[in-house]
């Protein structure tokens, strides 16, 4: 386990170093001048000369590549070139937002894929089964946003149990803020609920074909005790790599829900950075998020380890 | 008193008549042999009387087990039933066994759950009982995970996990039709002491005449979900009055009518053929280490010649024949067809097929029959012509409209009969079949080999047949090569072979290898 743990770690490095170089590349190498894209066609060139000195375009490539690098690793991003900040401080006030909401969301999320999921496969065909079905479906095509208006107008104008957007901080008290996240964390829950729980209702489906329930029931355990012993664990597979993918994507795909419910998330500061072309902020979020996604691949491989024995011995 | 009654058991799933008034008794202590081919009802039975039917199943008449009326009881006295008075026996061991949990919680679960007993105490019987299945502590601990193990070891602790509790009945449902002879031999060995140990009865399903007649005392045949005849083991090839029956002893004794020439220029030629493969690196910089799967192999195949080609799975068949079909690099060697190299002249490969083991698997299921008969042609920058894929379809005992079905609407026996025409329709002069014949019934396979004989004949072809079942390659082959660990340790005339081998090894197969009483 140790030694397949070590090797997964070392792949994450190597991917972490190669998508620092392709960022680099798309942002600065590939095409054209930085400073003159951040100032628009209009700027005058000693003002676009002034930009260039001040990010420091006119060092050699690999000086700015590992001065860069450099940064990440200590937590100096930069300065913002709009905000007149620095980044890591902008990055971090989104954070305290956007990490909170992800986790809240893909909690909501796995709290009620798992149940439904389990429950549509283990009455498979009944009347249960197919309302689970349909519910998903729906839950899978309408987008979020919508769940979002419709929840903002039942919840928050008319029963008046939310409010309609917006964020009071965490030092307002833990409760207030959490409840300030739910309504948004359940409108990117829902979607992720549906798809997450015709993934789970699809694998236990598999796993209950197994030969292995089979032997389980031939040893006198219950269809129950067959589905908590035997078939959860190994229908967990697929499903993990779903949470994965999902956990991503929430952490950087609320750019609407953040919208609807005014949240200065780190989802609305990409959208800004790119609008008002401030490629600093750009540049580390798009590595943050990057090295988010590798993160939690490598926590998902580590999982995939502790559920199947037979992927230890590889790497 | 009988351990089991069946009487008059009729079994429908979603309206379709399956079992018709099934009828047997099993005594204590007692083996009792069901025979059939498959569909023949045999493991739905044992699934009647373990009450564990796919939906829609209705059964009715009666299933007495040491006085349970099974087919009155409810699922809480069944959950009691299975495991403690009943156990049962899977025919596939790779995937019996819950892959993510070690082989000792799976023993020690059938304990937990039945007995009121410390985990640790569960535990310690685990270790008992894999100990009585063979399987000793120190060189299989409880924490064994099953894709650790071999087949016949899985197979071991699934018996293992089904005589925990020593119930009076154990149901074997084709316990050794997956692994190769010498395992089966062990196997049914270690479930015979276990019945004489324990004086439990033992249901053993097969379709197989020879691994029964063994070990069995008392046989049911079954057929279309009846028993049309039974009697006692060692009497029943003389007693038996069902046509069925003596259409079974005759199918497992089978002989092909062989009489083809032999011209004595080698149409294949196999010089000292190596092949390696890589393994994982130890250490990160460290050279990769390498198996050698084939060591120094040279035979030569003669025109019109059946040469056999035996040995357990693991010890190189399987990679050898990928290397005379091309498929692989060789790292040493050279192998040859009708004089030219297969490995640096392509061309050449189209003059040899190859048959499957699984007539199942080996056919893409989207495509009809003529797009898979010729595709052998799509490597000759053609397609086939309609008269010839008809050609191939009869040749095989099939009609040309079958070519527009798909795979799914045959059953095992025509599957590899559609996979004989594909590798008849570019007229190769020789066909590789590898384990062609072993996942079929009896009567089925009879009918194959007779095919088989013909075919040779009438296209003058030559065969390498690569398998595990000695009774199969006797009936066939002309000469016979023994093969174990990669090397070539024994090779001579089927029946010089057969009457005197010389090597341990080739004794130890033949003595494993299942016998029916002459008929």
């Keep these: 386990m140790l030694r397949y743990a070590v090797k997964r770690l070392g792949s994450l490095a190597v991917s972490l170093i190669v998508a620092s170089l392709v960022i680099f590349a798309c942002i600065e190498v590939v095409p054209g001048d930085p400073a003159s894209f951040m100032l628009g066609i209009n700027a005058q060139p000693d003002t676009v000369e002034a930009l260039r000195n001040e990010l420091g375009l006119n060092k050699p490539l690999v000086e700015r590549y590992f001065s860069w690098v450099g940064g990440l690793v200590t937590g100096d991003l930069g300065t913002s070139y709009t905000y007149r900040s620095p980044v890591s401080e902008i990055v971090s006030e989104r954070l305290v937002i956007s990490i909170p909401l992800a986790l809240f ?124 012993r035997h078939a959860l664990r190994n229908a967990l597979i697929p499903v993990l790599t779903i949470i994965g993918l999902q956990f991503s994507f929430l952490l950087a795909g609320a750019i609407i829900i953040e919208n609807v419910f005014f949240l200065p998330g780190l989802g609305r500061l990409v959208f800004q950075a790119i609008s008002q072309r401030d490629l600093i902020v750009v540049e580390s979020v798009v590595m943050l998020l990057v090295f988010a996604v590798i993160v939690v691949n490598f926590l998902v491989d580590l999982a995939y380890a502790w559920v199947d024995p037979r992927l230890r011995g590889r790497a | 008193m009988s351990l089991l009654s069946i009487k008059g058991l009729c079994l429908s799933i979603h309206g379709t008549e399956i079992l018709k008034d099934v009828f047997f008794d099993i005594a204590p202590g007692e083996i009792c042999g069901v025979i059939g081919e498959s569909g023949s009802g045999k493991s739905l039975t044992a699934f009647s009387v373990m009450q564990l039917l796919p939906r829609g199943a209705e059964t009715s008449g009666e299933i007495r087990l040491s006085g349970l009326d099974v087919l009155a009881a409810r699922e809480s006295e069944l959950c009691r039933m299975r495991g403690s008075d009943l156990g049962m026996v899977f025919q596939e061991p790779m995937t019996a066994l819950n892959p993510v949990q070690t082989i000792g919680a799976q023993v020690a679960e059938t304990i937990l759950i039945h007995q009121d007993v410390s985990k640790a105490e569960a535990m310690a019987r685990a270790a008992e009982t894999l100990e009585r299945c063979e399987l000793p502590n120190d060189r299989f601990p409880l924490g064994r995970y099953p894709h650790e193990l071999s087949g016949g070891q899985r197979q071991r602790v699934v018996i293992a996990m089904a005589i925990a509790l020593q119930p009076k009945l154990l149901i074997a449902d084709e316990p050794t039709t997956a692994l190769d002879v010498t395992t089966q031999a062990e196997i049914l060995r270690l479930l015979k002491r276990l019945v004489d140990e324990d004086d439990m009865g033992l249901m053993l399903i097969s379709h197989d005449l020879a691994v029964v007649t063994d070990l069995a005392d008392h046989i049911v045949i079954m057929k279309d979900g009846e028993v049309v005849e039974t009697g006692e083991a060692a009497t029943l090839h003389k007693s038996m009055q069902h046509p069925y029956t003596k259409a079974l002893f005759e199918a497992s004794g089978h002989q092909p009518d062989r009489t083809a020439t032999r011209i004595e220029a080698p149409l294949l030629s196999v010089e000292g053929v190596i092949r390696d493969y890589a393994l994982p690196r130890t250490s990160l910089l460290g050279p990769p280490g390498h198996f050698r799967a084939v060591d120094a192999v040279s035979f030569d195949i003669r025109r019109g010649e059946c040469l056999g080609l035996v040995g357990e799975s693991g010890c190189g068949k399987s990679t050898l024949t990928r290397a005379i079909l091309g498929l692989d690099p060789i790292q040493g060697g050279r192998i040859t067809l009708d004089g030219r190299d297969i490995h640096s002249d392509a061309e050449v490969r189209q003059k040899m097929q190859v048959v499957f083991q699984d007539p199942f698997g080996s056919f893409n299921p989207r495509h009809r029959v003529a797009r898979l008969v010729g595709e052998p042609f799509y490597r000759l920058g053609r397609s086939a012509t309609e008269a010839e894929i008809d050609d191939a379809l009869v040749s095989v005992g099939l009609t040309p409209s079958d070519k527009y079905k798909y795979i799914h609407e045959f059953s095992g026996g025509q599957r590899q009969r559609i996979a004989i025409a594909r590798a008849l329709i570019i007229k190769p002069e020789l066909i590789i079949l590898d384990e062609a014949v072993s996942a079929l019934d009896v009567s089925i396979r009879a009918q194959i080999l007779d095919l088989l004989v013909d075919l040779s004949v009438d296209h003058g072809l030559t065969y390498l047949f690569i398998t595990h079942d000695l009774t199969v390659v006797r009936t066939i082959a002309d000469r016979i090569l023994v093969m174990q660990n990669g090397r070539i340790i024994e090779r001579g005339d089927t029946e010089t072979l057969f009457d005197a081998p010389t090597q341990p090894y080739t004794r130890r197969l033949l003595d494993a290898a299942p016998r029916l009483p002459h008929v």
């Excluded at chain 1, 029963?159 to 030092?171: E, I, N, T, V």
């Excluded at chain 1, 979607?191 to 029931?217: C, F, G, H, K, N």
């Design chain 1, 105 to 228: 969301a893909l909690s909501l999320t796995v709290l009620i894929a798992f149940p439904v999921g389990v429950l549509a496969a283990t009455r498979r065909g009944s009347f249960t089964d197919v309302t689970v079905m349909g519910a998903t479906q729906l839950g899978v095509a309408i987008p979020n946003f919508w769940f979002a208006l419709l929840m903002v107008l039942v919840f928050a104008i008319n029963l008046r149990w939310f409010s309609a957007g917006g964020f009071p901080g965490w030092d307002a008290g833990f409760l207030v803020a959490m409840k300030a996240l739910t309504l948004p964390a359940v409108a990117l829950a829902l979607p992720q609920a549906s798809i997450l729980a015709r993934v789970m209702r699809s694998s236990l489906l598999d796993t209950l074909s197994e030969d292995y329930i089979r032997s389980a029931r031939a040893k006198g355990l219950t269809t129950r005790q067959t589905l908590w």
